[in-house]
C-alpha cells in the first residue's frame, strides 16, 4: 500500500517548520507522514534532512528524504539510533534551512543555465556547493566566461521566479517546455508544475517539481567552475557558487 504525503515544500519552498502526524513507519523505520516540508531527493534535486520536535521536547535527527513506491509518498529516513516514533504519534517538523536555502538557489541556477545554453538536457544534479547540467551540445565553442557572464546577467536583472498548473492536453500542445532529451515529466494526474522565470513567463517556463527561490536575484553570484566532454556531442557544465575564479 502506498501513502499519500501533502507535499507543502509544492506550494511554499519557504516553509521552515509545520506539524505533521505519523501515518506509517516502514520496516526500515522510514516515518511518512500526513503532510510534510522535507523535499524527497526526485528531478536531480537532493533530499532534505532536518529534525523532527516530539511532544515531550525531544528531537529525531532525519538524514535523508526519498519517496517510497509513488512520487507522492515521501520517507523520512532517521539518522542512525534515533528513538522510534508511533503511527498517530504527532510531531513538528523542522528542515535544515540554511541547506534547503542553498538546493534552492542552486536549483535556480541550474533553469538560468538551460537559459543561457538553450540545448537538450541529457543530465542533472543539484547538491549544496557544486551542480551540474549535462547537454547534448554539437558546438564545444562555449566557455565558461561567456555562460557566466550570461548567468550574472539573469541574476542582476531580478527576474521573479513563480510556479503555475498546466493540464496533461497543454504540455502535449507545447513540447518545447520540456527540455529533458531523456526524462518526460509525469503525465495522467492532470496538472503538470512548470517553474517560470520572468513576468509572465517571459524568460523561461518549464516542467519541474523542484523547489527554488522566488527571484533570480536570490541566487547570488554563481559561475562556471568546469565545462567537461562527456561524449561526441554532450558537454558537462558545472556551476558554483562565488566569483569565478581569476586565472
Not at 565553442?141 to 496533461?168: C, K, N, Q, W, Y
Not at 517539481?209 to 522566488?214: E, L
Request: aromatic share 6%; net charge negative; glycine share 10%.
Amino acid at each position: 500500500m502506498a501513502y499519500r504525503t501533502e507535499a507543502l515544500f509544492r506550494d511554499d519552498a519557504y516553509l521552515k517548520t509545520a506539524d505533521a502526524t505519523v501515518v506509517a513507519v516502514n520496516d526500515r523505520g522510514g516515518i511518512i507522514f500526513d503532510r510534510t516540508i522535507f523535499y524527497a531527493t526526485s528531478g536531480g534535486q537532493l533530499g532534505d534532512s532536518g529534525a523532527l520536535e516530539r511532544a515531550d521536547g525531544s528531537r529525531i535527527e532525519i538524514a535523508a528524504t526519498i519517496t517510497g513506491e509513488t512520487k507522492d509518498e515521501i520517507i523520512h529516513v532517521p539518522a542512525p539510533a534515533q528513538a522510534a516514533l508511533a503511527v498517530g504519534e504527532k510531531v513538528k517538523l523542522a528542515i535544515d534551512w540554511e541547506r534547503r536555502h542553498l538546493l534552492m538557489r542552486m536549483h535556480a541556477a541550474c533553469h538560468l543555465l538551460t537559459v543561457v545554453c538553450p540545448f537538450p538536457i541529457t543530465g542533472a544534479s543539484v547538491s549544496e556547493d557544486d551542480s551540474r547540467v549535462d547537454f547534448d551540445i554539437p558546438d564545444a565553442s562555449f566557455t565558461g566566461e561567456e555562460v557566466t557572464a550570461g548567468l550574472m546577467d539573469l541574476v542582476r536583472a531580478d527576474h521573479p521566479i513563480f510556479t503555475r498548473l498546466i493540464s496533461d492536453e497543454e504540455l502535449a500542445a507545447n513540447p518545447g517546455l520540456v527540455k529533458s532529451k531523456n526524462v518526460r515529466p509525469p503525465v495522467g494526474t492532470g496538472k503538470i508544475r512548470l517553474v517560470c522565470i520572468g513576468e509572465n513567463a517571459s524568460v523561461d517556463s518549464q516542467p519541474c517539481g523542484g523547489t527554488h527561490v522566488k527571484s533570480t536575484g536570490e541566487v547570488g553570484e554563481i559561475h562556471i567552475g568546469k565545462i567537461e566532454k562527456k561524449g561526441r556531442e554532450n558537454r558537462r557544465f558545472r556551476i558554483r557558487f562565488g566569483p569565478m575564479p581569476a586565472n
